[in-house]
Each structure stands twice: as structure tokens, then as C-alpha cells.
């Protein structure tokens, strides 16, 4: 079983097009490349009912459309039986769970995929970056107790590019064990996305990825697409990433339960 857990449901100039026709075009890639199930997981700083979360004019700026239409379209879709599952990337705001999991609660996720673009007003693949404030070895202490705290939230079902703090900077050394160990409970996503950034390296490296599957970690795959085209972009790549890692089963979700399939 293969399937790609995240992508962004947008035309293919990246513009915001929540609608079943836009579903289609995604499902078509993923039907040509092999893909038997698809997630969309649209920010959800997008959306004006998540307004109170926010507090950087990068998300003030973006939190401008219903969220009402984006999920319409993707439940549709699903009624028509295409092989696609409604979830949402939701940036993990330290001590706002509460509001989180309210501006959550309406809507039938199968999944929802935590992740960490901000700390402190500071971007982990964004700039000013946290790594060039306070070096590399602080920014992953950061990002890491703060990736952790995510996976404790009981928010989110699994987490999104899970070490993307290498996005700016040397990689480190790390205690990958422990940090695995932070994590129990959750899912972790191997994404292709990062081939296609400066770095050139699939999220999480190898070291992580292992000690992850020696801690049970289930995992998801990713391509992150932004526009139909780049659906399933890679997979294969991951996949394999996976398979090394020792990785023989793949987490599928349904109305927030998992379940695992064999990979590949
Ligand atoms: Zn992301
Ligand atoms: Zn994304």
C-alpha cells in the first residue's frame, strides 16, 4: 500500500481552490503515480475560524478564508468514493491546546498532522530563521522539547517533515533514542518534500528514522505537494528511505483511527 498523507488542496499556480474539482486532479497524479490513497492537509492558518490562534502577521495575513468549503469539498469527494481522507496541518502553538483542539472539534478529520514552522516568532524553515538567533544546538533543543510536547498534546496523530530544524544550518549529533522516545504514541511522516529544498535530504534523516522504527514509531508518507503535479513526487524515494530504516508497514487513518498496511 502506498499513499501520500500531505498535501495542499490548491490549483496548479498554488492559489487556494477548495473544491471537488480541484480533489480530482489531485486523485488523477496519485492514480498515475501509483498512489492508492491520498490526504489533503491544508494549513490551517488558512482559515478565519482558527483568527484567535494566531499572533505573527505571516498567518494574520493568510487566516482569510472559510474552512467550510475545504472540508465540504473533501467530504464530497469521499462520499463519491474517491480513495481520498480529509485531514489538516496544524501548526502546535505551546499553551494554546486548548483553543486548538476547540477550533478542531467541529469537523470529521480522519487525520491531523502536527507541525512546527515557528517558535517564538522565529522560522524553522523560514526567515529570520531560529537557528541563525540562537545557533544550531539551542534552536534543536528548542524545536526538539517543543516537537515532543506536540506528540503529548494528544492533538495530532502524526507529525509533519518531524526534523525540519536541519532546514537552515549543519545537521548535529543528537540523542535520537531519546528524542524517538519523546514522541511515542504518534505517527512520524517521511516526506520527500525536502529533495526539493536547499538541503536536498528527505525528512527525517536516517539516524532519526531508525531509532524511530526501534521505538515503534509508526510512520505515513509525504510529498507535501502544493499543486496537483507534484502529488506523490519522490515516494518511491521515501519509501525505500523506509524500507532501510526497517520500516514493513505503513499507518492508514480513518476518523482518527489507525491502522497499519504493508509498505510499498
Ligand atoms: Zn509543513
Ligand atoms: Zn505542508
Not at 497524479?29 to 484567535?52: K, L
Request: with cysteine.
Amino acid at each position: 500500500m502506498i499513499v501520500d498523507y500531505h498535501m495542499h488542496l490548491r490549483a496548479s499556480d498554488e492559489s487556494i481552490e477548495h473544491t471537488v474539482e480541484a480533489v480530482e486532479r489531485f486523485v488523477e497524479q496519485a492514480s498515475e503515480r501509483g498512489i492508492d490513497e491520498i490526504g489533503f492537509t491544508e494549513h490551517i492558518y488558512y482559515f478565519e475560524q482558527t483568527r484567535t490562534l494566531w499572533t505573527m502577521r505571516y498567518h494574520l495575513e493568510r487566516c482569510v478564508y472559510d474552512i467550510e468549503p475545504y472540508v465540504d469539498a473533501v467530504v464530497e469527494a469521499k462520499r463519491r468514493d474517491y480513495p481520498v481522507k480529509l485531514g489538516i496541518e496544524v501548526d502546535y502553538e505551546p499553551g494554546r491546546e486548548e483553543e486548538t483542539a476547540e477550533a478542531l472539534a467541529p469537523y470529521p478529520w480522519d487525520y491531523v498532522l502536527g507541525s512546527i514552522h515557528f517558535l517564538a516568532g522565529l522560522g524553522i524553515d523560514a526567515e529570520p530563521s531560529l537557528v541563525d538567533s540562537v545557533g544550531p544546538e539551542q534552536a534543536w533543543r528548542r524545536y526538539y522539547g517543543a516537537l515532543g510536547q506536540a506528540a503529548r498534546s494528544g492533538l495530532f496523530d502524526s507529525l509533519a517533515h518531524p526534523d525540519l530544524v536541519k532546514f537552515h544550518g549543519a545537521e548535529i549529533d543528537w540523542d535520537w533514542d531519546e528524542l524517538a522516545g519523546s514522541l511515542e504514541g504518534v505517527a512520524i511522516e517521511v516526506s520527500s518534500a525536502g529533495l526539493h529544498k536547499p538541503h536536498g535530504k528527505l525528512y527525517p534523516s536516517p539516524a532519526f528514522l531508525s531509532a524511530a522504527r526501534k521505538r515503534g514509531l509508526p510512520i505515513t508518507l509525504a510529498s507535501d505537494a502544493h499543486v496537483p503535479q507534484n502529488v506523490g513526487r519522490d515516494l518511491d524515494r521515501a519509501i525505500e528511505h523506509a524500507q532501510s530504516a526497517g520500516y514493513e508497514t505503513v499507518t492508514l487513518f480513518n476518523r482518527r483511527e489507525a491502522r497499519q498496511e504493508p509498505l510499498g
